[in-house]
């Protein structure tokens, strides 16, 4: 089992650019996340989902929209990148049910925006 | 919504000397309590979590604590090493289906020989 599997690993976008950051699980959870990661804040909610079909916003949603097709993918997508979208994003997941068990994360993407 | 906040932000121990590190959260349906440990360019990993029906858990080395009646939970690695050197956060939700892990802003701990 892969568990949480991110691409890319690196991006390097120019200013109003647009992309997407995937995010694929083989662990059949239901529940899927992206955090943002900056210095000195922690972990933040962008979006969420309890399973296909469904999204939800986190803490921090502006400037990213989400979509879940599928129990396994949770795309992340930039329509318009800021050089504020500068972070690290990992994807989580955990099984449905209730949210005291354990979130599973990914590798990180690393996106510079210029 | 939930605001979770830590001490310190960074923490410098000799080897063999033990580490806390306390959080406190605002809501009060809080009840699973997770920690993370984050090594340099490398994704969290839960190292040791606690449920609101326990108030003390172990695991080798490493313990948390809970008193919920003052809302605030801690981390405490005894006997450190150098590979205890990382970032760590601490975090909470309620048990709700949709329910949302809100993390505290880390706090790099340094395990100097």
């Known amino acids: 089992n892969a568990g949480v599997t991110q691409t890319p690993k690196f991006q390097v976008l120019k200013t109003g650019q647009s992309m997407t950051l995937q995010c694929a699980q083989d662990?059949?959870?239901?529940?899927m996340s992206w955090y943002r990661q900056d210095p000195g804040m922690g972990l933040r909610l962008i979006h969420y989902?309890?399973?296909?079909?469904?999204?939800d916003q986190g803490e921090v949603p502006n400037g990213y929209n989400v979509s879940r097709s599928t129990t396994e993918d949770f795309p992340l997508r930039l329509l318009s990148a800021a050089p504020s979208q500068t972070s690290v994003y990992f994807c989580a997941t955990r099984p449905g049910g209730g949210g005291n068990q354990p979130q599973h994360f990914g590798d990180g993407t690393r996106l510079s925006i210029l | 919504g939930e605001n979770v906040e830590q001490h310190p932000s960074t923490l410098s121990v000799q080897e063999g000397d033990s580490a806390v590190i306390k959080c406190t959260y605002s809501d009060s349906a809080s009840n699973y309590f997770p920690w993370y440990k984050q090594e340099l360019g490398k994704r969290p990993q839960l190292i040791i979590d606690i449920r609101s029906n326990v108030g003390e858990k172990k695991d080798q080395r490493i313990a948390v604590t809970l008193n919920k009646t003052a809302k605030h939970f801690s981390l405490h690695i005894t006997e450190t090493q150098p590979e205890d050197s990382a970032v760590y956060f601490c975090a909470s939700t309620d048990t709700g289906t949709a329910s949302k892990l809100t993390f505290g802003t880390g706090t790099r701990l340094q395990v100097t020989l």
């Open positions: 662990m059949n959870h239901e529940y």
């Open positions: 989902s309890v399973g296909a079909g469904i999204t």
